[in-house]
């Protein structure tokens, strides 16, 4: 009986040290590198990262200065600028897809804008944008994220 375990329990391990044996081939550098670039294509925002965004707001002259009146401005909504840079190895994006949200003084959104930046962001590239905005009046602060992007295969 202790010699017919003995020789199970031998012959399971002989099964389970065959079985954890990798066969596989190494994969070429070929076949990494397009996995790689399969990898960027389906995750452009993991690759793609926004820095130093800032807005400011803008104002028009409505009326020239004259001898008894001075000029006259009012606003005319912000202008939002920032880089996008793009981390990707092999992909390069295009029309980049952005959501910027407008909060109050308590930090609740008030208002959300999508604009699509029709640029194209070679891999360990940056590019500078700008957009024309018109937050609400009673907006205190703002954010900004990127929510997609276009690959040249979409």
């Known amino acids: ?19 954890s044996c990798s066969t596989e081939r190494p994969k070429s550098p070929e076949e990494i590198r397009a996995a790689l670039r399969t990898e960027e294509l389906l995750n452009p925002t993991v690759y793609l990262q926004d820095s130093a965004v800032t807005m400011s707001p803008q104002r028009k002259k409505i009326r020239e200065a004259s001898l008894f009146r001075s000029a006259k401005y009012e606003d005319d909504g ?16 295009k029309d980049v897809i952005v959501n910027v949200y407008y909060y109050s003084k308590t930090e609740s959104v008030i208002k959300e804008e999508q604009y699509v930046l029709y640029e194209y962001i070679k891999p360990y590239s940056s590019k500078s944008f700008s957009l024309k905005v018109y937050p609400p009046d009673i907006s205190t602060s703002f954010g900004f994220e990127i929510t997609g992007a276009m690959t040249e295969f979409n």
């Open 1 to 19: 009986m202790k010699t017919s375990l003995l020789w199970s329990s031998l012959v399971l391990l002989l099964i389970f040290t065959i079985s």
């Open 78 to 93: 912000a202008l939002l600028k920032g880089t996008i840079k793009n981390e990707a190895a092999l992909a390069t994006y």
